[in-house]
């Protein structure tokens, strides 16, 4: 079975995690709460990768999020 790596980023200036794979080409999401972005990647790869003609059928997806925050005292 496929298995595809996603990866989140919080962008601070934006305020919004952002979705973007190196193995889904086209991914590229955003939204305001980690659990809405896993969502919108749920139901955008399996789009994308038909677009991309890759192969149909069942895959995984691995979620890595990461979240940098600048702390001044």
């Known amino acids: 079975m496929?298995?595809?790596?996603?990866?989140?980023?919080w962008d601070n200036e934006?305020?919004?995690?952002?979705?973007?794979?190196?193995?889904?080409?086209?991914?590229?999401?955003?939204?305001?709460?980690l659990d809405a972005l896993m969502e919108r990647v749920r139901h955008a790869v399996p789009e994308l990768l038909s677009l991309?003609?890759?192969e149909q059928g069942d895959?995984?997806?691995?979620?890595?999020?990461?979240?940098h925050e600048h702390i001044a005292l």
Do not use: Q
């Open 14 to 33: 934006a305020a919004v995690w952002i979705a973007t794979s190196d193995e889904v080409p086209g991914l590229v999401l955003e939204a305001g709460s």
């Open 2 to 9: 496929p298995e595809y790596k996603v990866s989140f980023f």
């Open 52 to 54: 991309n003609r890759t």
């Open 59 to 67: 895959f995984a997806l691995h979620f890595y999020s990461e979240r």
